[in-house]
């Protein structure tokens, strides 16, 4: 996947699902790690940081 194509489902994920997309791509990441998919486990770390930078800082 490229960069463009992470920060496309980043968008779409955190569009769909709101503050709940970055737990939704931490989530994957874990299930397909279990797996042993270390390609696709990091792709899914990098869309959870993606939606991270999205949502910007955390308001305290």
Do not use: C, F
């Not at 997309?21 to 989530?27: G, L, M, R, S």
């Amino acid at each position: 996947m490229s960069i463009g194509q992470i920060d496309d489902y980043a968008r779409q994920l955190y569009s769909a699902h709101g503050d709940r997309a970055e737990y939704e791509a931490a989530q994957r990441a874990k299930d397909y790690a279990a797996k042993g998919d270390r390609d696709t486990a990091e792709q899914w770390r990098q869309v959870r940081e993606a939606i991270r930078v999205l949502r910007g800082p955390n308001e305290s």
